[in-house]
Structure formats: C-alpha cells, structure tokens
C-alpha cells in the first residue's frame, strides 16, 4: 500500500476545488487532521503496519465527497443538499474512471474502505458489517468527531442563540448520553448540541485520552457561554459540562 502515491492523488484531485474558495480547502485541511489522528487511533489498537496505512487511507478518503457537494450545491449541510458519505462512495466506486484504485491498487480493501467513508457521517453504523469494517468506520468516525470538536474550540461562533436554550429532547438526549437526533432540533440553541452529543459515540480509549487532555469541550463550552447572556441555557450548559467530563473520566 503505497500511502505516499495515495496522498499525491487526493492533492490531485483536490487542486481544482481549491479555487471554489476557503472553504474546500479548510476541508482539506480537515482530511490530512483526520487521516493523521486515524494513524495514532490504529496504533493505539496496536495493529499492524499495513492495518495502519489503511486506516490512514479511510481518513484520507473519508470526506471526498465534500468538494463536489460544495461544487453542485454551495453548502456543506447534507440536509439541504446531499449525504457527503454516500456521494463519496459513488464517486470512487464508479468503474469507468477506476477512482478509487489511483488511491490503492488492490482491491481486497475496498469493501473496508468504502464502508469507513460511508458510516463515518451517519447517526449510527448499521449492522450487518464485518468485524474489520466495523473497526475501520470506528477508527475513522472517532478521528472525524474528534476533528470537528477541535475546529470548534479555535474558530469563533458566530451563530446567535437569540436568547434560546436546549429544546426539551435535546437536553434530555444530552443527560441520557446520547448523540442528539436532528428531527429533535428547534433551534439556534440545539444547534450547538451536534458536537456537545459527539462524545456519547466515541469508541476508543485513545480518543477519550485526546478529548480529555486537550480540554477540547471545555474549550468548547466556555466559547458558548461566553456568546449568550442567557442565564438558562448557561446553566444547561453547565450540567452538560458536568456530564460530558464524567463520561470522559469513566472511560480512561
């Protein structure tokens, strides 16, 4: 597995939506993270040094699909577009273009890797998966999550709560420890709770080391109470916190 050759190919492939704008290539910036935390998550599971390459190239390959939804569409939010996992799978899998093995010549991988990229974005992994793809699209939504809480605590928030709190089942999702639903968001407020649940789908002990020693969702929690003069959603706030934090000591 030539990751090298894997890496020159996305850059490739990518260099024409690098003149879409900032915000494709902050989406790059993004993969190469991801496909680097992807490598320390596999290492930390002890595997080999071929399973660590592959993990590495599940990281890379994970959000193709962004720079052509971003293309067509002009927005990131698959609700208003269309599922990123699942176009980027269609793209690699189309046969006249042979996609996906410019990225690795083999094909003993792909049902791995295109299930990785597939499941990295969903609410949930459906059963059904083999034992090595499910340990693939783990590695790779770990080291997503992880990406996109650490985006949160260095980029301001600019999104106003206009004096709104958590909605009732997004509170109750949040102390229930588990990932919010979209259908349950009514507004600005629930908004901010996608990263807050991420933590509740994490799988790996190396991903919780992370979470915890870089402080990520305080970080994150203090940038929202410092952008709200609401007393009531900073009190939410404040037990999440309380929660997100205990959830994280139990698991190291």
């Keep these: 597995m030539d990751l090298e050759k894997a890496k020159l190919e996305f850059i490739e492939y990518t260099d024409k939506y690098r003149r879409l704008g900032k915000e494709c290539i902050r989406k790059i910036n993004h993969t190469f993270r991801v496909m680097d935390l992807c490598g320390e998550i596999a290492e930390s599971l002890n595997l080999s040094d071929e399973e660590i390459k592959l993990a590495k190239l599940c990281g890379l390959l994970h959000d193709l699909g962004r720079f052509e939804q971003w293309k067509r569409y002009k927005t990131f939010n698959d609700m208003d577009s269309i599922d990123h996992g699942d176009l980027a799978v269609t793209l690699l899998k189309e046969k006249e273009s042979k996609f996906l093995r410019k990225f ?17 974005n969903k609410y949930s992994i459906d059963e059904g998966l083999s034992e090595k793809e499910e340990l693939y699209a783990k590695i790779v939504r770990d080291a997503d999550k992880i990406d996109i809480i650490y985006l949160y605590t260095i980029e301001e928030i600019t999104r106003d709560t206009n004096n709104q709190k958590f909605s009732k089942n997004i509170f109750s999702d949040l102390l229930r420890n588990v990932e919010v639903a979209r259908i349950d968001k009514k507004n600005k407020a629930d908004d901010l709770s996608t ?22 969702y305080n970080k994150e929690i203090d940038i929202y109470e410092d952008n709200t003069n609401n007393e009531e959603f900073i009190k939410q706030l404040e037990v999440v916190r309380k929660e997100i934090n205990k959830y994280i000591k139990e698991r190291l």
Excluded: A, M, P, R
């Design 104 to 120: 690795i010549s083999t094909n003993k991988y792909d049902s791995i890797i295109l299930n990785s990229i597939k499941y990295h």
């Design 195 to 216: 990263s807050l649940g991420f933590v509740f789908d994490i799988n790996f002990k190396y991903s919780f080391h992370i979470l915890k020693e870089q402080d990520y």
